[in-house]
């Protein structure tokens, strides 16, 4: 759905995006994810047809962004970061205008702001004036707004900042509910937490490079030898003598020291993880747990990058 | 508003439609416009009639007179100020509001947005104007100000306030394109803007009024050769300018969209405007004796505002399209050969677009030159008519081909404003050599030669078809071997000063690539 080709964008002389080979597709949700400065809003904004790269090229649906903007723009959709709104415009009114000007027919345009309200749990709110709205209600008209012309391609750019715990459920919620609905979703984000749970796809960026870019669960699968363990002990000395003897051992892989826990992959079936398990809590009386890791996107992260902010 | 009814009409005018006039605010115009309108008529009835030598008839028409003045004044302050000051912030106040990004990907085509600010920035002023227009005309027929002046004004209205509407509009798109910066400044571009209608309507009122205005009856202006009244030809320059700068709105659009604009529309603005300026200062009508017809320019005064007027443009078109820092920078970080650069498009456009209109330029130079010699001189020329055009080409162009290579080199360099810098120094650096000049005692010295214009002045005087008088009656004699020296004089100073350019714009080239290579390495 998504294909960047070499995609580089300077500012001056200082590479924002450089090199990006990227493909997301159609249907997936994609979590952009990367420090400050790492280059997601300028990658969104390229794909969104709003930047012009400074090389490569980018094709959504096998349209070639900055080449016909019109077509693009019919299949794209992009919610800002920061935007602001016609605050003397009724929410009515503000939707009217933009499915006008996105070509929505006009015996179409209210069955369409009625489903995208519907969608945006705002329905309640079709006649208040935009200017009255709160923070996550007016995040939620943009990407109802932005769902008017029912774009292909839904690109996010930290939808989540600066929005109360609800208000990030509920656009959490919306989130997942257009992915269910085959919308192609890019979503960029600090809150790693919140992608891992609606994203089938990340992209890693730092520093303008993507590092890492994948199906979650393959990228998840690829970073460890092995079942991921941790082992939680009393005290830092008995840690220490732990990480030792894990270490040692040829089965136990990646073995990584933090403070009172141990992290680290076994090497092997679930039996002889048992029999590992008999043997540790034997050997060593200051283990308080034992107990395999779920890897999240947030272990990826930390993972693969140096966490440079540029 | 019912959707139904509002189906057809274009989305951006009934969105500025619903947020500058609701129905209270309708309502609120409506009354505090008749309000006023009442107040001042009575105000102005009361001093007519308090003039007892005046019958009630005569009364009536001094009223009538009083307050049609008033409300040209009014309507001209709504039209010509008021409108293309909220048309010049349209776009400005998009971006400031944080909305421009919303606008950036609408799939209104670029010509329905322009439409869409156009209409929607004058309504309150259009609407305003509704309201007075029916007092405005009543006052005209109680004042008996005459069915002329009551049409050419009216033009003036509707004409100059489209126009200045449009060079509003075409300021607020040009200065609120992705990549301008100076956004919560830019917000003082409307009372400019509004300002510079007030000079314009001031200036030209005169022409539009054959009561206050002594000359009506003989002044004539010329289209190739063709007498004109200068109202006409000012209302054509108007909706000239107007037209335009409504086709370069529509480009600005176009541009922050990405969508890919073609270079051709600013060939053919040059290509038009230099038809017009030849047309207005076309032919060698005027006697080579001093005669009545003195609101005439002398065909050497005609020659020097042309080439004034082609080297202003060609300082915009400079400043406008020369590659900044920035882009350059970013261009060359991207591509391992600095020649590359010259293969995109934006760099072809700007340089093919450069060309372009230095040839259209120099051809009406060349038909401006060729009409002046309509008639047989009385004496013959010290120099031939070939020899002075070649000089004054080739002076031309290496006055515009230095310039444009001085404001790129400036535009590479760390100035804010960027290649403005570079206009900024080169009118300065033209002020400055003027002033050299003028302080020596021979007129025709080098540094007053570097201008193109008293260089056109210099190497034509005295010639037969173009100075033998000026508007002052005071005879010019030719001299051939000053003219041949002035001639080779200048060329040569011109020469060397664009080769300097060249130079200066060379070395810093070569420095930006060797920053650019140390940065990478």
Redesign the interface.
């Known amino acids: 759905m998504i294909s960047t080709f070499d995609l ?1 964008k ?4 200082r ?1 924002a995006v450089r090199d990006v080979d990227l493909y997301v597709g159609m249907g997936e949700i994609c979590g952009l994810i990367g420090p400050n400065g790492a280059g997601k809003t300028t990658l969104l904004k390229m794909l ?5 790269p ?2 490569g090229k980018i094709e959504v649906d096998r349209i070639e962004v ?2 016909e ?2 077509l693009l ?2 299949i ?3 919610v ?1 970061d ?5 605050d ?2 009724s929410v009515r ?1 503000f939707l ?3 499915a ?4 929505v027919a ?1 015996d179409r ?2 069955k369409r702001i009625a489903s995208v309200l519907d969608l945006t749990r705002l329905t309640s709110k079709l006649e208040a004036a935009v200017g009255s709205l709160s923070r996550g209600m007016r995040q939620r008209l943009v990407i109802a ?1 932005t769902l008017l ?1 029912a774009p292909k391609v839904l690109l996010l750019d930290e939808p989540a900042s600066g929005l109360d715990p609800l208000a990030r459920i509920e656009l959490r919620d919306l989130i997942r509910e257009l992915g269910g609905m085959g919308t192609t979703l890019v979503v960029s984000s600090h809150i790693l937490t919140e992608l891992a749970d609606f994203c089938t796809s990340v992209v890693i960026m730092e520093q303008g490079h993507v590092i890492r870019s994948g199906r979650v669960e393959e990228l998840i699968e690829a970073m460890h030898a092995g079942l991921p363990l941790r082992i939680e002990v009393l005290a830092e000395s008995d840690a220490a003598a732990l990480s030792s003897a894990l270490t040692a051992r040829e089965e136990v892989k990646n073995v990584s020291l933090h403070e009172l826990a141990i992290d680290c992959d076994f090497a092997g079936d679930r039996d002889a993880l048992a029999r590992f398990h008999r043997e540790l809590v034997t050997a060593h009386a200051g283990i308080v747990s034992f107990y395999e890791r779920h890897l999240t996107i947030e272990d990826v992260f930390m993972a693969v990058g140096s966490h440079h902010v540029s | 508003m019912s ?2 009814l509002t ?1 057809r009409l274009n ?2 005018i ?2 500025s439609l ?2 500058s006039l609701p129905p209270k605010r309708i309502l609120f115009i409506t009354v505090l416009t008749h309000v006023l309108l009442f107040v001042v008529g009575g105000v102005l009835w009361n001093e007519a009639v308090s003039n007892k030598y005046l019958s009630s008839a005569a009364q009536l028409e001094r009223f009538g007179r009083d307050m049609f003045w008033l409300l040209t004044v009014a309507l001209m302050a709504l039209l010509f100020v008021l409108t293309p000051a909220t048309a010049a912030l349209s776009f400005i106040q998009e971006k400031v ?3 421009a ?2 606008q ?6 670029p010509f329905e947005l322009a439409v869409g600010k156009f209409v929607g920035s004058g309504l309150i002023g259009y609407f305003i104007a509704a309201l007075v227009y029916p007092f405005f005309t009543l006052t005209a027929l109680l004042g008996e100000v005459g069915l002329e002046k009551f049409v050419r004004l009216s033009l003036l209205l509707l004409v100059g306030g489209l126009c200045c509407q449009a060079v509003g509009l075409f300021v607020s798109a040009a200065l609120s394109g ?1 990549g301008e910066r100076f956004v919560r400044g830019g917000l003082l571009i409307g009372p400019a803007v509004g300002g510079l209608g007030a000079l314009l309507g001031l200036a030209v009122y005169r022409l539009f009024d054959p009561t206050f205005y002594f000359a009506d009856k003989y002044e004539r202006w010329h289209f190739y050769g063709v007498e004109l009244k200068p109202y006409i030809v000012v209302l054509d320059l108007m909706i000239f300018a107007g037209v335009w700068a409504f086709v370069g709105t529509v480009r600005r659009i176009k541009s922050s ?4 604009v073609r270079p051709w529309p600013v060939w053919l603005f040059f290509a038009t405007a230099e038809a017009v300026l030849t047309g207005l200062f076309w032919g060698g009508f005027v006697a080579p004796r001093y005669d009545t017809r003195i609101f005439e320019f002398t065909p050497a005064a005609r020659l020097v505002f042309y080439l004034f007027l082609n080297w202003a443009a060609f300082v915009v078109l400079a400043g406008s399209s020369a590659l900044g ?2 882009r350059l ?7 391992s050969d600095p020649l590359a650069l010259f293969q995109r498009r934006e760099i072809k456009n700007a340089l093919n677009t450069f060309l372009v209109a230095l040839a259209v330029s120099l051809a009406g130079l060349a038909a401006l030159w060729a009409s002046f010699h309509t008639y047989e001189a009385v004496i013959p020329a010290a120099v031939s008519s070939g020899t002075l055009l070649v000089a004054m080409t080739l002076f031309f162009t290496l006055t515009v081909g230095g310039m444009a290579v001085f404001i790129q080199y400036c535009a590479m360099q760390r100035f804010r404003i960027g290649a403005w810098a570079g206009v900024v120094l080169t009118i300065t650096f033209y002020l400055v050599m003027a002033v050299i000049g003028a302080s020596f005692e021979d007129k025709k010295n080098t540094a007053a030669l570097l201008n193109p214009m008293i260089y056109a002045d210099a190497v034509t005087e005295g010639y037969p078809y173009v100075d033998v008088h000026d508007t002052f009656g005071v005879k010019h004699e030719p001299n051939p071997d000053a003219t041949r020296r002035t001639l080779m004089r200048g060329l040569v100073a011109q020469g060397l000063l664009a080769a300097g350019c060249f130079g200066l714009a060379y070395v810093k080239w070569r420095k930006t690539e060797e920053e ?1 290579m140390q ?2 390495a």
């Open positions: 580089s300077y500012y001056e002389t590479p969104a047809g709003l930047l012009r400074t090389s900055g080449v903007p019109k723009h019919e794209v959709g992009y800002p920061t935007f602001g709104l016609y003397e415009l009114q009217e205008y933009f006008r000007a996105h070509g006009a345009v209210k707004k012309h | 959707l139904n189906a989305p951006e009934l969105r619903r947020v509001r944080g909305t990004i919303f950036q990907m609408v799939l209104l085509s992705p969209q990405l969508i890919p820092r920035e920078r970013e261009w060359w970080s991207a591509s650019i940065e990478r």
